[in-house]
């Protein structure tokens, strides 16, 4: 990607999800300004993806938008994020989406690869309560992601080249295992490992 496009795209990326002001550092933003629209359990994990990969940033969890980064409340009852199953449980006052921000030190390709290899393996059930995820999974200029809950290839905006979207299902936005399982695929574990573990 060339110099001036990959720093367009972080300014978008900074825009959406630092409120304009871009700088990769380990200062979470999860819950700011909306403490209470964030479950524990969710600012929990922004933490640990910072340990994950030093250097990254927490992009946040909330956001007034639609979709998993609003509340079911906040959203359309059409609203994708909140029609199935999965999304009718969990608190409806809690957002249910993760942004990991990363910089051009950082290698976003290493995640959104094993992202996309557990989706992909129906013998991995680590990310069954997962909705998606959007990001960079090799070297070229088109954002790969999955739709755990289809069993299929997803993609999302140009931002997303710089930064790993995830949704989670919303019955699960309390659970400290859920996000463990999902961090055990980040660490590049084998599901074996991740049973051993748990």
């Known amino acids: 990607m060339n110099t001036i496009l990959r720093r367009s795209v972080l300014a978008v990326a900074a825009s959406a999800t630092l409120g304009g002001a871009f700088a990769v550092t380990a200062t979470p933003v ?3 300004g909306n403490p209470d629209k964030v479950a524990e359990a969710s ?3 922004q933490e640990e993806l910072l340990k994950l990969q030093p250097g990254t940033a927490d992009g946040g969890v909330f956001t007034d938008k639609p979709g998993y980064h609003n509340t079911r409340t906040a959203n359309s009852p059409t609203d994708y994020s909140v029609l199935d199953d999965n999304d009718q449980g969990g608190p409806s006052d809690k957002a249910a989406a993760y942004d990991w921000t990363f910089s051009e030190a950082t ?3 290493e995640y959104s690869s094993r992202l ?4 992909q393996d129906p013998d991995d059930p680590r990310l069954d309560g997962w ?6 999974a090799d070297s070229d200029n088109e954002v790969e992601g999955w739709d755990f ?3 299929e290839a997803a993609s999302s905006d140009p931002s997303h080249l710089w930064h790993i979207h995830l949704s989670e299902d919303r019955d699960k936005v309390t659970s400290f295992e859920n996000k463990e399982a ?4 980040l660490r590049g574990e084998t599901v074996d490992q991740w049973r051993l573990n748990k």
């Open 149 to 151: 809950r289809k069993d």
């Open 116 to 119: 996309l290899a557990s989706g």
């Open 107 to 109: 290698n976003i390709a």
């Open 30 to 32: 999860t819950a700011a």
């Open 182 to 185: 999902l961090l055990s695929v």
């Open 43 to 45: 600012s929990w994990l």
């Open 131 to 136: 909705r998606e995820f959007f990001g960079q």
